[in-house]
């Protein structure tokens, strides 16, 4: 069952990594393996930072208040994820950030993000994780085995979301509400256990 757990909180906390690849493909630039490895690196660390972290200030609390209180994290966390896919389209497109616009982060207009134009967008994906890896941790799932787990998924789902952007157009809203419910069910099931 734990294993179940972690493989669900990775995939959930990695559809901005889908997107983004999928952002790209869209655009043409490519994100290589050097910098898919340094962006899955700092996603796992950032996402192990969160976990010590939280561990550590939810391990000040009673074990069922920390799980209520991580299961109630996370369905938050999960159902901003589903408010950010249903909203409107326009509001989205006038606050484009680093994380779906390739043209800030590609300055060289290269086609290509390398490993030095990935590390701030490897830092923003991070930053995304750290709220889930806090939740995840008062869910009492291990930040080790999580931490790496992020990693692979990051990694594979910036190339997957890279090549299915090349392939089709459109945006991946329902792959943010999938996440939304999937962090959801964490929470819930965190809640249950307590």
Same mark, same amino acid.
């Given at each position: 069952?734990?294993?179940?757990?972690?493989?669900?909180?990775?995939?959930?906390?990695?559809?901005?990594n889908?997107?983004?690849?999928?952002?790209?493909g869209? *655009?043409?630039v490519?994100?290589? =393996?050097?910098?898919?490895? $340094?962006?899955?690196?700092?996603? !796992? &660390? %950032?996402?192990? #930072?969160?976990?010590?972290?939280?561990?550590?200030?939810?391990?000040?609390?009673?074990?069922?208040?920390?799980?209520?209180?991580?299961?109630?994290l996370?369905?938050?966390?999960?159902?901003?994820?589903?408010?950010?896919?249903?909203?409107?389209?326009?509001?989205?497109?006038?606050?484009?950030?680093?994380?779906?616009d390739?043209?800030?982060?590609?300055?060289?207009?290269?086609?290509?993000?390398?490993? *030095?134009?990935?590390?701030?967008? =490897?830092?923003?994906?991070? $930053?995304?994780?750290?709220?889930? !890896? &806090? %939740?995840?941790? #008062?869910?009492?799932?291990?930040?080790?085995?999580?931490?790496l787990?992020?990693?692979?998924?990051?990694?594979?789902?910036?190339a997957?979301?890279?090549?299915?952007?090349?392939?089709?157009?459109?945006?991946?809203?329902?792959?943010?509400?999938?996440?939304?419910?999937?962090?959801?069910?964490?929470?819930?099931?965190?809640?249950?256990?307590?």
């Amino acid at each position: 069952m734990v294993w179940l757990s972690v493989l669900t909180f990775a995939l959930a906390a990695n559809i901005d990594n889908l997107a983004v690849g999928f952002s790209y493909g869209l *655009k043409h630039v490519r994100i290589p =393996a050097a910098s898919s490895a $340094l962006i899955a690196a700092l996603t !796992g &660390a %950032g996402t192990f #930072a969160a976990m010590a972290a939280g561990g550590w200030l939810f391990g000040l609390l009673p074990p069922a208040l920390c799980q209520t209180l991580g299961g109630l994290l996370l369905i938050g966390l999960g159902a901003a994820s589903i408010f950010k896919a249903l909203r409107d389209n326009k509001k989205e497109e006038k606050s484009a950030d680093m994380i779906h616009d390739p043209a800030r982060v590609d300055r060289d207009r290269s086609g290509r993000v390398e490993p *030095k134009e990935a590390f701030l967008l =490897a830092w923003a994906l991070s $930053l995304n994780n750290m709220g889930l !890896g &806090a %939740g995840a941790a #008062a869910l009492a799932l291990p930040a080790a085995a999580s931490s790496l787990v992020t990693a692979g998924v990051s990694f594979l789902f910036i190339a997957a979301g890279g090549f299915l952007g090349r392939r089709m157009p459109g945006r991946p809203r329902l792959a943010f509400a999938l996440s939304g419910l999937c962090v959801i069910a964490l929470g819930v099931a965190g809640i249950v256990r307590a």
